[in-house]
C-alpha cells in the first residue's frame, strides 16, 4: 500500500491548477468550510479517505495529493532514431528543461532522455541500476523490457530484454527487418537501468525546435 512520507499535503496548490474554490470542493466532498481550510493549509491531516474523495473528483491517485504536482526535470540526452542515445554535456550544451504533469515518486533518481522520433521521454531509474537485466527484485517483477544501457565501448543506447534475449530497441523496431542486429552480450554491457516508463505528458520550458528539426 502507498503511504505518504509525511502529512504535508499539495491541496492549495492542486485547487489552484483545477480551478476550484476551497468552498466548492469542500461542499462535493461533505467537509465544513472551516474544517477543509485547516486541512489544505495543513494546520489539519488529509486522511487517506478525503484525499480519495478529491481524487475521484480531478481524476488524480489520492497519493499524488501528498506530492508536488507538475515537477520539473532536466533532459539529460536524447534517444536517435536508431536508438543510440546521446548523453548531454551541459558544459558545451545549454540545460534544457521539461515539466512532467504525472506522478513521479523519485524524481532525484530518475535520468531523462527525450525521443527525437516520438519525443517521448524515456525514464530510467538509476536505483535498479545493474550490470546486466537478469536480475529480478521486489521492485521490477519481470526482467523483460526498455533498459538504458551503457557498453563496454563508451556509446549508449536503449536496450530491450524480451524472454532470453537482450538487444538494441533497434532490433524491435520497424527497421529490424533491415537490421541484422546482434544479441548483446555481458562482455558488450557495463550497466543497465530500467527504464520505468515512457511519458507523453510534459511541457517543454526550453525552446526545442532545433532538435527535433534533426530528424527531418
Not at 489544505?40 to 481524476?59: F, H, P, Q, Y
Not at 533518481?109 to 530510467?124: H, P, R, S, W
Not at 546482434?182 to 526550453?206: A, G, H, N
Request: proline share 3%; hydrophobic share 35%; aromatic share 12%.
Amino acid at each position: 500500500m502507498v503511504k505518504p512520507k509525511d502529512n504535508t499535503n499539495y491541496l492549495k496548490d492542486i485547487l489552484e491548477k483545477y480551478q476550484i474554490s476551497q468552498t466548492d470542493m469542500a461542499n462535493k466532498i461533505g467537509q465544513s468550510r472551516i474544517n477543509f481550510n485547516k486541512i489544505v493549509n495543513n494546520n489539519r491531516k488529509l486522511d487517506v479517505e478525503t484525499a480519495r474523495k478529491i481524487g475521484s473528483i480531478i481524476n488524480r491517485s489520492w497519493f499524488e495529493l501528498f506530492e508536488p504536482i507538475d515537477m520539473e526535470l532536466t533532459i539529460h540526452g536524447e534517444v536517435e532514431l536508431d536508438y543510440k542515445v546521446k548523453l548531454y554535456n551541459y558544459i558545451d550544451d545549454r540545460p534544457l528543461n521539461i515539466r512532467l504533469k504525472t506522478y513521479l515518486t523519485n524524481k532525484e533518481d530518475i535520468l531523462c532522455f527525450v525521443g527525437l522520433e516520438t519525443q517521448g521521454l524515456y525514464l530510467a531509474d538509476k536505483v535498479l541500476k545493474q550490470s546486466f537485466p537478469e536480475i529480478i527484485t521486489l521492485d521490477r517483477k519481470t526482467r523483460n523490457g526498455m533498459y538504458y544501457t551503457k557498453l563496454k565501448n563508451g556509446e549508449s543506447l536503449i536496450g530491450c530484454q524480451y524472454q532470453s534475449g537482450f538487444s538494441s530497441m533497434k532490433f524491435f523496431s520497424n527497421r529490424a527487418r533491415e537490421a541484422n542486429t546482434i544479441p548483446l552480450t555481458k562482455k558488450d554491457v557495463e550497466y543497465v537501468m530500467p527504464i520505468c516508463r515512457v511519458d507523453f505528458d510534459y511541457q517543454w520550458l526550453s525552446d526545442v525546435s532545433d532538435i527535433f528539426n534533426k530528424k527531418k
